[in-house]
């Protein structure tokens, strides 16, 4: 690949990074200015609703009993290792797929919003709830979108690229 051709690869990917980064972090400083604690706005009758919680654990408050220390360790010190690892991979391995190279950038892209929340503000702000009787949500923010596309593009990948083996046959 053409030197310059590759530095445009690394711009991109770094911009989509960027990108799910700054969309997250625009639409918790909304919330964080515009909705109070616990506040409750309908906004598709009750299925779609925005609620401001501020959540010191990780998916759906995992961890949050934790003592300080260890939820530090857990939840900021060892993602900031595996993002650092991540986009260390994302930009040195040549040959990923463009599909692979996409889902990792959202992935990662989430990822850094939710430990900058975590290093900046002690919490992650988290403000969008789904109710459909049959399916409901938890609350989540705008990096969980990043972070559910991200793997729900490598799932995609993996699934097209996946090799079926046959099944072998004794002689």
């Not at 991540?86 to 190279?101: F, N």
């Not at 409901?136 to 993996?158: E, P, Q, W």
Request: proline share 4%.
């Amino acid at each position: 690949m053409m030197p310059q051709r590759k530095n445009l690869k690394w711009i991109l990917l770094l911009l989509m990074v960027a990108l799910n980064v700054g969309c997250d972090q625009v639409s918790k400083n909304i919330v964080r200015q515009r909705i109070e604690y616990g506040e409750t706005i309908s906004l598709v009758k009750n299925y779609f609703i925005l609620t401001k919680v501020e959540n010191t654990g990780a998916f759906l408050s995992a961890g949050n009993e934790l003592p300080t220390p260890i939820r530090f360790a857990l939840l900021t010190l060892l993602p900031l290792a595996v993002l650092g690892y991540g986009l260390y991979y994302l930009t040195a391995k040549k040959d990923l797929p463009k599909l692979m190279q996409i889902g990792l950038s959202f992935l990662i892209g989430g990822g850094i919003g939710n430990v900058y929340d975590r290093m900046v503000h002690g919490s992650v702000t988290d403000f969008m709830h789904m109710d459909f009787v049959i399916f409901r949500t938890g609350v989540f923010n705008v990096a969980d979108l990043s972070i559910m596309t991200g793997i729900a593009i490598l799932l995609i990948h993996s699934l097209k690229h996946k090799v079926v083996k046959p099944a072998s046959t004794s002689s």
